[in-house]
C-alpha cells in the first residue's frame, strides 16, 4: 500500500512516461541573422508557439539568450520585428528577474491561457559572444581579434572592416584603431570561426550592437588583426636600468620615441607604476638618453585614475611628426615596487606593500625608523620625520601582512632589506604602520656613506645629480649642509680620495658659507658643468644624525660584535664592566628583542681600527647606547682581543638533527634555545622551501615515519604556509612564537632533502677551515695567481668561501686588500672574472674603500640578495707583494713574493747580487784585519767588534737625522744593516726587564691592532743589554715596559707610517 500523500512508484513511471512521449519544452530564434536573434518561439506539447508580451524587458531577452548559450541581450523587440510567427501563443505577460535559467522558469500566468495577435511575437538579438579581446601581441590592445561563445573562436578577415575595428578599440578601451590587416592564415588550423559577418557604423559602443549577416563558414583565409591607438606598448631605452631612460611607443611593431608636449612627473609617475618600476624620481633634460632612430610617435600620454592596467593609459592624437628639441618623454624611475601610502598624502599615510597582485597593509608592530626612512626614500619623499602617528590614517580594506623588514637604512628598495615574517604576531586595523615622510626629495643629499647624514655631498640641479667641488671645504660648509638634511651638526669635513670622486656633471664649486645659512644655495658659490683645472676635490660631510650601532661577524642578523659609527669611522667597544644591561640596550636599539648572552675577550672575533667606548654602564632602561655612561669617545685602555658581543632573543638559526646533513628532526634556534616545529597543515612546499634554506637542493619532503627521535625542547612554531616565492623560511606565515605549538611530540617535523648541507654554527661567527675563532685577516684569500699576491678576491662567510662582485670594485679596494694580506699595495683592480670564474656565493657588491681603512671589513659595502651579479663578474686583483714599511713580517704575516708572471731574474739583478757578494767578502776580510790589527794593539780588547760599532753609530746617527718625523721610538737608537752580509747577535732580554704582573709583555699584538710605536719596538729596535744602557742616554729616555697598558697618549703619539724611502732596512 502506499503511503499516504506520496505517489506510488507505479503511478511515478506512469507520470514520467506521459512527459517523455509529450516530448522537453525547448526554444529557438527564428528568421534572424544567426542563431542568436530572431522571433522567440517555443515548442510545448510537441507544438512550435509564440511568446507574446506587450512589456517585454531586457530582463527577459536576457534570459532568452542565456539559455541559448548566446551571450548577453542586445535589444528586446515585441513588435514582430522579425516577422509573425504561426502557432499557439504559449507564453503571455512574462515577468523574469534575470536569474532564471529558462524562460518558463519566469513568472507567467500559465502555458497557452492567452490567444494574441502575431503582430505582438516577441524577438531578441543576443550578443552571440560573451567577451572579446585581441591576442597574440605584447599588448591588450593590438592583435588577432577573437569573441567568446563557450570557447574562444576566430574572427575572419573578410568579416570586419575599419568601423568595426573602431568599435572593437573604443569597446577595449583602446582608443582609436590605427590599422587592420591579414593576420595568421587559418584555412589549414582547427579552430572554430565566427559565422556572421559585422556591419558596424562605428558610433555603436559595444561590437554585439552592430548589425550581423549570416555566413555560413567553417573556415577563413587569414583571421582579423586589429590595431589600436591606445597601449601599444612601452618601454624605457637607452638608460642605465630597465627602470630609466627614453620613453618609446610600440605601435604597428615599430617601436617609435614618444614626443609629447604635456609630458610632466605626474605622467611619469603613471608610467613607472605601470611598468612596475615603482614612483618617477627625475625627468633630465636635454637628450639625456640619445635621440633613438629619429622617428616619432607624437601625442599625449594620460592614465585614468585609479588605472590598474597600461592598458588603461592610451595616447590621444597620435602621429608622426617631427619632435621639437627637449620634447621627447624621458623619465628615471625608483625601480622599486610594491609599496605605496594611502589614506594620506604623496608622502604620507599608511604603509601598504603588494605580495603577488594582492596589496595589503603592514603591521606596526616590527615598524622602525630604519625602514621608514628607506621607504620614503623610495617613494620620492626624502626621509622619515615620524611613524608614531596615532590613529590617523587608519581605515581599510584588504589583508594586513606581518612582514618585518629589517634594514640598515642605506638600501634603494624596502625590498633589499632583510625581511621576517615567520613567527610574527597578527595585528588588527588600528595597529598598521603609518609614516610622515618629510616631503619630495630635498635638492641636496649626501651619497655613498653608512647613511642619508654622511657621504660625498651632491646637488640636484636641472634634474640631474651633480657634484660638488671645493678647494677650500670646511667645517662652516658643512655645517650647512648637515642643517639643511637635518642631521645635527657636522662632525667632520672632508675631501674624497680619488677612487671615491664623482663623475658628470659638476654643479658647484668654490663654496663658502658663514656657516649659518639654511640652504647650501644660499651660500657663495660659483657654478660649472666641467671640471676646472686645480679644482678637482668631490668634498663630503659627516653629520652627527650618521651615528648608528651594528652587529658584525654573525650568521645572520641579531647576533655579534657590536659595532658603532662615529665620525665616519666604524670601531668597537671594549669589554670592561659589559654586562646584560649593555647587551639589552644594544638588542632593543637594533629591533632584536631582548639580550641572551653579553660576550666578551672577542668572543664573535677582533675588530678593527678604532675602540670607540670602554667601560660602558646602562641600566638598561636607556633607548639607546649614546645614553649609557661610558668613557668619552675613543677613551680606552684596551685592545681588540677584548671587543664586546651580544647574542639577541630574535637570532634565528635552523638545523635538521638527529640524521645526516640534510635529513632529520627540524629546529629552530629562537630566544636562546632550540626549539622543534610542528607539521600541521605543513605542505610539501614548506618541506622544499626548508631544503632550500638549508643549502640543501630544490627538493625535499616531509618524513612520517619519525625516525630522527623526539625533542625535549620547546615546540616553537605550527601552522607553516610558505609559497613558491619564498626560498627562506623566515618569509613564510606562521602562528606566533610559543614554546608549547604542538598538541604532542608525534606532531614534530622530519625532513628528507634531496642535496648536501653546508653547516653553520647558531650562535657564533663562520668558522674559518682550521680555526675556532679566525682572525679577519684569515677570511680573505687570493685564487688564480702566483705567490699568494694576486688572483679572484674570495671571502669565508656563513662556512664556505665566495667571491665578490666587481660592482664599484676600485684601485681604493685592492689597496685596502693587498695591505690586509701583507702584499704590499695594489697594482691593479681587475674585474669581469679575470682570474677565472668562482664557484658558490656571491657575498659582497658594491664594496667602497677609501683605500685608507685597515680591513676590507671596515669599507662600506653592499650584501648581495638578488641576482645582480654572477660569477663572470668575480672582482680580482694584483699587488706588488712587497710590503711598503721598514718592518719585516711577523711570523703570522709570512712575506710575500711578487706576482709576476716569470721566476727569471733579469740581468741588472744579477749582476747586483754578485757585486753584493764580492764587496761582502772584501768587507769581511777588512774587518778581520782591523781586528786582528787592535787585538794586537790593545791586548785584551777582543770583546767588542769596533767595525760594528763603528756602522751602528754612522748610520744611527744619520738615520735619527735624517727621518725624525718617523721616530716615535722613545728616543731608543735605531739599529739599521745596509747592504751587509753578517748580522750581529741581539742579546736575549734579561728576566728582570720587565715588572711584574706585565701580562702583555710577550704578546705580540698583530700589524693592525699595535701602535706604531709599539710595532717598532718590537719588530725593528734590537733591545740592549743591561750593560749597555748608556748606549740611550743621548735620548734621556729609556724603555717603557712598566705596565700591563699603554697609555692612550703613547698609542696615539706616532704619525701614520709613511714610506721611508729605506728599502733595504732589515730587523735584527
Known sequence: MATKGHLSKPVLWLVLCIQLSLGVDEMRLANGTGPCSGRVEIKHEEQWGTVCDGDWTIKDAGVVCKQLRCGYAVQALNEADFGQGSGPTWLYQVVCSGNESTLWNCSHPGWGVYSCPHAYDTGVICSGFTELRLTGRDTACSGHLRVKQETWVTVCFSHIDFNTASVVCNELECGEAVDISRGNHSEDKPELIWQEKFQCVGNETHLAHCPRTMLHTNTCSHDATVVCSGYGGYRLANGSTTCSGRVELLHGGTWRTLCDYLWDLPAANDLCQQ??????????????????????????????????????????????????????????????????????????????IRHGDTWGSLCRSQWNLKAANVLCHQLNCGYAKSIQTGEDFVGMDGPIWRDAFHCDGTESCLWDCAQVILGNPSCSARETATVICSGLAES??????????????????????????????????????????????????????????GIGVVGFRSVQCAGNETQLMLCKTSRSHTVPSGVAEDVGVVCSGSRQIRLVNATKRCAGRVELYHDGTWGTICDDNWDLSDANVVCKQLGCGHAIKAFDSAHYGEGSGQIWLDDVNCTGAESDLWACPARALGQHNCQHKEDAGVLCSEFLALRLVNGNDCTGRLEVFYNGTWGSICSNQMSQLTAVTVCKHLNCGDGG??????????????????????????????????????????????????????????????????????????????????????????GRVEIWHQGSWGTVCDDSWDLADANVLCRQLGCGSALSALSEAAFGEGTGPIWLEKVHCKGTELSLWDCPAKPLFGKNCDHKEDAAVECSGVTETTASPTRADPPRRPATGSTRLSTPIILCIILGTLLCLVLAILARQIQRARAQQKGSRLSYDPFSEAVYEEIDYNMMNEKQGITGLSGRPLLVIVNTCTFPEVPPLPENALEDNYDDATEAPEPKDAPFSEQNDKEIIGIPEESDKNKDSWTGQSPNVSGNRTSAADRHSSPALEDTGYDDIEEL
Open 275 to 352: 611598468l612596475d618600476c615603482g614612483v618617477a624620481l627625475q625627468i633630465p633634460d636635454g637628450q639625456f638618453f640619445g635621440k633613438g632612430n629619429g622617428s616619432v610617435w607624437n601625442g599625449t600620454f594620460s592614465c585614468k585614475k585609479n588605472a590598474k592596467h597600461l592598458r588603461d593609459c592610451s595616447v590621444s592624437v597620435l602621429g608622426r611628426d617631427e619632435c621639437p628639441a627637449g620634447k621627447d618623454a624621458r623619465v628615471v624611475c625608483s625601480g622599486c615596487p610594491g609599496a605605496r601610502l594611502v589614506n594620506g598624502t604623496t608622502c604620507s599615510g599608511r604603509v601598504e
Open 444 to 501: 641636496l643629499r649626501l651619497s655613498g656613506g653608512e647613511s642619508r647624514c654622511d657621504g660625498r655631498v651632491e646637488i640636484l640641479l636641472h634634474g640631474i645629480w651633480s657634484r660638488v667641488l671645493d678647494d677650500d671645504w670646511d667645517i662652516k660648509d658643512a655645517h650647512v649642509v648637515c642643517r639643511q638634511l637635518e642631521c645635527g651638526t657636522a662632525q667632520k669635513a672632508y675631501y674624497l680620495p680619488r677612487s671615491k670622486r
Open 701 to 790: 619532503e616531509i618524513a612520517r615515519d619519525f625516525e630522527y627521535g623526539r625533542g625535549s625542547g620547546p615546540t616553537w612554531l605550527d601552522h607553516i604556509e610558505c609559497t613558491e616565492q619564498q626560498s627562506s623560511l623566515w618569509q613564510c606565515q606562521s602562528d606566533p612564537w610559543n614554546a608549547q605549538s604542538c598538541d604532542n611530540r608525534a606532531e614534530e617535523t622530519h625532513i628528507s632533502c634531496t642535496g648536501r648541507k653546508e653547516a653553520t654554527s647558531p650562535t657564533t661567527f663562520a668558522e674559518c677551515p682550521n680555526s675556532t675563532s679566525c682572525s679577519d685577516r684569515e677570511k680573505l684569500r687570493l685564487i688564480g695567481g702566483e705567490y699568494g699576491c694576486s
